[in-house]
Structures are given as structure tokens and as C-alpha cells.
């Protein structure tokens, strides 16, 4: 059973934005580092972005300038706020949490808890 849950996905228009949710208090209350990950069908699943605590952060390049990555310590919610968003950025979206210092924050095997994802999909 997830202990993770995602919400805020949908459809957009390109150059829109919309922000994810990940709720998870117990999860997200022990995690070292929490993130997020995309994946479309066929590929492997993709770092978008990750968080050390509440300030240390860390982007795919693909993202930098347009996500951002936040942790809210009172209500123990993650979030992934998209703007410019681009048709390129349609996939599904789990949000991650890592109970380990790692060194790769990006790699899907780092992180041992996920979510069960939500659509995100942008027209152009």
C-alpha cells in the first residue's frame, strides 16, 4: 500500500502551469531526501527534481528555471510547482522518498517509497 499520494495533475496548454501535491506526513516526516520522477510509456523513469531537509535542491536540467521543488514542514507535503510547461513534459509523475543519504538524488533506485502517480499533460 502507498504511503505516498499525488495530486494536482491534469491537462494544460503549453506555456501553462500547475502544481503537484504529495501528501504523505509519516514518509515524508523520516525521509532524507524527497523527490520527483516522471515516466512516459516505454521509457525509464526520469529525476525531475529533489530536496535534502527543506532547502537543498536539485533539477534535471531539462526543468531548471521553470520547476520548483518545495517541502512544506508544517503540513509534511511535498510540492512541484511547473510553469512554461512544454508537451515535452507529459508523463506520469510519482513523487519519491529516500530514507538514505545518496549521491545521485536523480536515480529512481535511490529511493525506497513512492507514490502511485499522477497525469500531467500538456498540449501544444
Known amino acids: 500500500e502507498a504511503q505516498l499520494e499525488e495530486s494536482g495533475g491534469g491537462s494544460v496548454q503549453a506555456g501553462g502551469s500547475l502544481r503537484l501535491t504529495c501528501a504523505g506526513a509519516?514518509?515524508?516526516?523520516?525521509?532524507?531526501?524527497m523527490a520527483w520522477f516522471r515516466q512516459t510509456p516505454g521509457k525509464e523513469r526520469e529525476g525531475v527534481a529533489a530536496?535534502?531537509?527543506?532547502?537543498?535542491?536539485v533539477y534535471a536540467d531539462s526543468v531548471k528555471g521553470r520547476f520548483t521543488i518545495a517541502k512544506d514542514r508544517a503540513k509534511k507535503t511535498l510540492y512541484l510547482q511547473m510553469s512554461s510547461l512544454k508537451a515535452e513534459d507529459t508523463a506520469m509523475y510519482y513523487c519519491?522518498?529516500?530514507?538514505?543519504?545518496?549521491?545521485?538524488?536523480?536515480?529512481?533506485?535511490?529511493?525506497?517509497?513512492w507514490g502511485q502517480g499522477t497525469q500531467v499533460t500538456v498540449s501544444s
Open positions: 519519491a522518498a529516500a530514507d538514505r543519504q545518496t549521491f545521485t538524488p536523480l536515480v529512481w533506485s535511490q529511493y525506497n517509497d
Open positions: 509519516e514518509v515524508i516526516s523520516r525521509a532524507y531526501y
Open positions: 530536496i535534502r531537509g527543506f532547502s537543498g535542491t
